[in-house]
């Protein structure tokens, strides 16, 4: 199997006043290809801090990450927004979509900053927005749209551009029990299909526990949950 992240003696730590909060401590992880983790973990372990790292939307203070074994952790702001944009996808638990814009033009907002022309990136988001189902609601503004709705405009729009990892934190957690279950298979379906590997924040273990891996993430470090996907 191919390893498309790692990340090696990982240290985060925040000034908090006078002193120093360590959030991550020499934590190691590697995910690969095709492969889905959960990470779990109580409010405040650093779950989020850790998916802000491995998605180069923050620096590590100790440690280094590794993308198809290049480091990636000290590059340049420019050079880690160029592979953010290529090979990230990110879902969150609220979906940061610009209510001014319709689902379609949410969706393609990746592309037209990559520099792709708009009617190519027009019929990509067309693409994804069939995808998670709900082609007849792309003319629709954010606004106009259930929870559900919304979230899974999230996911098209965080895979239009066919990253190699997403990232996805709590992405269920605003939602009902019928939303988030609707949200999670449509998930699990293009993680299949695109054979990418994701790493899911999550705090419902019905959906951790569908997962390859289940991690949890205490005093710093992460440790393997054991459980069988054949006897669940």
């Known amino acids: 199997m191919?390893?498309?992240?790692?990340?090696?003696?990982?240290?985060?730590?925040?000034?908090?006043?006078?002193a120093d909060l360590v959030v991550l401590e020499r934590l190691t992880l590697e995910v690969e290809m095709g492969e889905m983790v959960a990470v779990a973990g109580q409010s405040g372990s650093g779950k989020s801090t850790l998916l802000h790292l491995l998605g180069?939307?923050?620096?590590?203070?100790e440690g280094e990450l590794y993308f198809e074994g290049r480091p990636y952790s000290r590059l340049s702001e420019a050079?880690?927004?160029?592979?953010?944009?290529?090979?990230?996808?990110?879902?969150?638990?609220?979906?940061?979509?610009?209510?001014?814009?319709?689902?379609?033009?949410?969706?393609?907002?990746p592309l037209l900053i990559r520099g792709t022309e708009a009617q190519e990136a027009?019929?990509?988001?067309?693409?994804?927005l069939e995808r998670v189902?709900?082609?007849?609601?792309?003319?629709?503004?954010?606004?106009?749209?259930?929870?559900?709705?919304?979230?899974?405009?999230?996911?098209?729009?965080?895979?239009?551009?066919?990253?190699?990892?997403?990232?996805a934190d709590e992405p269920t957690g605003n939602l009902d029990a019928a939303s988030g279950?609707?949200?999670?298979?449509?998930?699990?379906?293009?993680?299949?299909?695109?054979r990418m590997a994701t790493v899911l924040v999550t705090h419902n273990p019905t959906f951790a526990q569908r997962c390859d891996r289940v991690l949890r993430l205490e005093n710093g470090r992460l440790e393997a949950v054991s459980f069988s996907k054949t006897t669940m």
């Open 2 to 18: 191919t390893t498309l992240l790692r990340a090696d003696n990982l240290t985060k730590i925040f000034r908090s006043g006078t």
């Open 56 to 61: 180069a939307l923050d620096k590590p203070s």
């Open 79 to 109: 050079e880690r927004s160029q592979l953010r944009n290529r090979e990230f996808g990110f879902v969150w638990q609220m979906h940061y979509l610009l209510p001014e814009f319709t689902a379609r033009e949410n969706v393609m907002m």
């Open 122 to 128: 027009g019929s990509r988001a067309d693409h994804w």
């Open 133 to 167: 189902g709900l082609s007849e609601r792309a003319s629709h503004r954010a606004g106009e749209l259930s929870g559900g709705e919304q979230q899974r405009v999230s996911l098209a729009r965080a895979l239009v551009g066919e990253p190699k990892v997403l990232l």
């Open 181 to 194: 279950e609707q949200t999670m298979q449509v998930m699990e379906r293009l993680h299949r299909d695109q």
